[in-house]
């Protein structure tokens, strides 16, 4: 009987243990272990440069890594941040790796596509779907209207298959739709900058250079002379260049 009731008295002894240290482990240590409760905001990273990343993502506790895949974007500079795992807000511990896309240092090549003979709008749209900026349009005497006419990059002319780099601004010379008809040039002496660019092109002509230089007989910043002169018979499209008075 007396064996029998210190079997008991140590099968207790060993469940009140089991049990302590079965709350210990799970209300104490488990949570110490694995931070329990402690969790952090991953913040949000789109645009800041790379060293701007790693020095919010150090201060709020977090590692990072740096993806071996870059992409590109003309909005932003080189190596700013363009993608992150986990995104922002996401709840995350301490200690968490910040997955980070950056910015590539240098536009990818692209092959420029055939743009000349086709219509002005269409063009816009292939420019923009490969990643390419429309730059200047330049009218120019041609039968057929808005119709390309010729592909420029930095003021080259460039054929299909020229690689440029993305986000290259492409100028398109375009046709007015009036072919070869003669018009007359008029007076610009006299006018307001503003004005002779206004008078120009309302008469279907180009804005040619503008000249700078002192002149005593006419005021300030007006136009004090003009090529092709006033009354000259030219193509429409074509430039009219003019000289104002400035000191």
């Known amino acids: 009987m007396h064996s029998i009731k210190k079997i008991l ?119 923009v779907n490969m990643g390419l900026e429309r730059g200047e349009i330049i009218y120019v005497p041609d039968i057929g209207i808005n119709v390309v006419l010729e592909q420029r990059y930095r003021g080259v002319s460039v054929p299909e298959g020229f690689e440029v780099p993305k986000g290259a601004k492409i100028d398109l010379v375009v046709g007015d739709g009036m072919g070869n008809q003669f018009l007359q040039v008029p007076n610009l002496i006299g006018l307001d900058e503003d004005e002779a660019e206004f008078l120009i092109l309302g008469s279907g002509l180009r804005v040619g250079s503008k000249n700078y230089a002192q002149n005593d007989s006419i005021p300030l910043g007006k136009v004090f002379m003009q090529i092709p002169g006033s009354g000259s018979q030219v193509k429409t499209g074509e430039p009219v260049e003019f000289w104002i008075s400035r000191n």
């Open 9 to 127: 008295l140590h099968l207790s002894l060993v469940l009140g243990l089991s049990v302590l240290f079965g709350f210990l482990f799970l209300k104490v240590y488990l949570p110490v272990y694995t931070n329990h409760g402690e969790t952090v905001s991953v913040p949000d990273l789109s645009g800041y440069t790379y060293q701007e990343a790693v020095d919010l993502l150090e201060s709020t506790g977090l590692q990072y890594e740096v993806s071996l895949d870059s992409l590109y974007s003309t909005e932003l500079p080189a190596l700013a941040v363009l993608k992150q795992i986990p995104k922002s807000s996401s709840q995350v511990k301490s200690g968490r790796k910040v997955y980070l896309t950056l910015n590539s240092r240098n536009a990818p090549m692209m092959k420029m596509p055939n743009l000349v003979n086709g219509l002005l709008r269409n063009a816009q749209e292939i420019l």
